[in-house]
């Protein structure tokens, strides 16, 4: 079971600060992962991109993650929103901000996070280098509470902008459970595309 939380938290927050080096396996600075891997039973590609700045992480997730998920679920009207509404305006989301590569555990939830020795621990990844808000993908199904986001946030603070992002990240998760389960999974990443749209709608992207 999870011990403490804001342990966790900081654990997670030092995790997302390590720097992508040689030893750590990604000697460029870029966003992916040295072989590709599964989130739950779905595959994901991690092919490295060419630099590890803002522009190449927002190309990484449009193809990569969402644009993957999507041609997977086959799905018209999220594809046609996807592609009409979303991915031509997705910079609007990042201004104001740096990306930067962060070793991201990729399926963080309540199911693979526990203790060892009274340490925090996580397990079962879906692993990669990307923006370390992508983490947040699954809170809704992590349980993560205040001690949590007290501890983390004392080592990384929130960006400007991350409530307007958290669903496309969401979105990714929400496409992948519906890929896996099917159900009412589509209609939750419908509903995270389309607040996406509108709230690019009031940045006048």
């Given at each position: 079971g999870r011990s403490d939380d804001g342990a966790l938290g900081r654990a997670v927050a030092r995790m997302h600060l390590a720097e992508p080096t040689k030893e750590a396996g990604n000697p460029k600075g870029a966003f992916g992962f040295q072989v590709d891997n599964?989130?739950?039973?779905?595959?994901?590609?991690?092919?490295?991109?060419?630099?590890?700045?803002?522009?190449?992480?927002?190309?990484?997730?449009?193809?990569?993650?969402?644009?993957?998920?999507?041609?997977?679920?086959?799905?018209?009207?999220?594809?046609?929103?996807?592609?009409?509404?979303?991915?031509?305006?997705?910079?609007?989301?990042?201004?104001?901000?740096?990306?930067?590569?962060?070793?991201?555990?990729?399926?963080?939830?309540?199911?693979?996070?526990?203790?060892?020795n009274g340490e925090p621990s996580i397990y079962d990844p879906a692993t990669y280098w990307g923006h370390h808000e992508a983490e947040w993908g699954m809170s809704w199904c992590a349980s993560f509470g205040r001690s949590f986001w007290d501890g983390y946030r004392s080592l990384i603070p929130e960006d400007p902008g991350f409530l307007d992002r958290k669903p496309l990240y969401d979105a990714y998760h929400q496409l992948n459970h519906y890929n896996l389960f099917g159900g009412g999974y589509l209609g939750s990443a419908r509903g995270h595309l389309e607040n996406l749209a509108r709230r690019l709608d009031k940045k006048g992207a």
């Open positions: 599964t989130i739950g039973g779905t595959p994901q590609p991690n092919g490295w991109t060419d630099g590890g700045g803002t522009d190449e992480w927002i190309a990484f997730f449009r193809d990569k993650r969402i644009g993957h998920q999507l041609d997977l679920a086959g799905d018209a009207y999220c594809s046609k929103l996807w592609d009409e509404k979303i991915a031509p305006r997705l910079g609007a989301l990042f201004e104001g901000i740096e990306v930067k590569p962060s070793l991201l555990h990729g399926d963080l939830w309540s199911g693979n996070m526990g203790s060892a």
